[in-house]
C-alpha cells in the first residue's frame, strides 16, 4: 500500500495533506525519514508521523524445519499430519509453506508469514 494512503486512512487526514507530511519531512518509515508519498509500506512496516505511531509493523517470521517423512508440506489436512504440528502454536498464524515435499520425503522447507518474500523466493526470475 501506497504511504499516502497509509496517512490518509489511519491518520484521518486527506491525500492532499498526507502528501504535504510527507514532503514536510515528519514521516517515517522503520525509524527512516520518507519523502516519497507513492512508497510502498507493507504490513511490516512502522509508519510514524510527527513522532507518533500510525503504523505499528508486523513481526515477520522465517523459519527452516526440517521436514521429516510421514509428515505433509501443508498447513491443514483432515488425514495426515503436517508440518504445521511440527510448530509451535503462537508462530502457525498465517504462516506458509514456500515450496513442497511429498509426504515421504525429509528435507529442509522454508515457512514465512511474509508472501512477498516468499513469491520473490519462488520465483524463476
Known amino acids: 500500500m501506497k504511504l499516502s494512503r497509509i496517512l490518509s486512512n489511519q491518520n484521518g487526514v486527506s491525500r492532499k495533506q498526507a502528501n504535504a507530511l510527507v514532503a514536510a519531512g515528519?514521516?517515517?518509515?522503520?525509524?527512516?525519514?520518507c519523502r516519497e508519498t507513492a512508497w510502498e509500506v507493507d504490513r511490516f512496516s512502522t509508519v510514524a508521523c510527527n513522532g507518533r505511531v500510525i503504523q505499528h509493523g508486523d513481526r515477520a517470521h522465517y523459519l527452516m524445519l526440517n521436514k521429516p517423512a510421514g509428515y505433509l508440506s501443508a498447513t491443514a489436512d483432515k488425514i495426515h499430519k503436517t508440518v504445521m504440528e511440527l510448530i509451535d502454536p503462537e508462530l502457525r498464524k498465517d504462516l506458509h509453506i514456500a515450496g513442497r515435499l511429498d509426504r515421504a520425503s525429509t528435507g529442509l522447507l522454508i515457512l514465512?508469514?511474509?508472501?512477498?518474500?516468499?513469491?520473490?523466493?519462488?520465483?524463476?526470475?
Open 26 to 33: 515528519t514521516v517515517t518509515v522503520d525509524g527512516c525519514i
Open 112 to 125: 514465512t508469514n511474509d508472501g512477498t518474500w516468499s513469491r520473490s523466493l519462488r520465483s524463476p526470475g
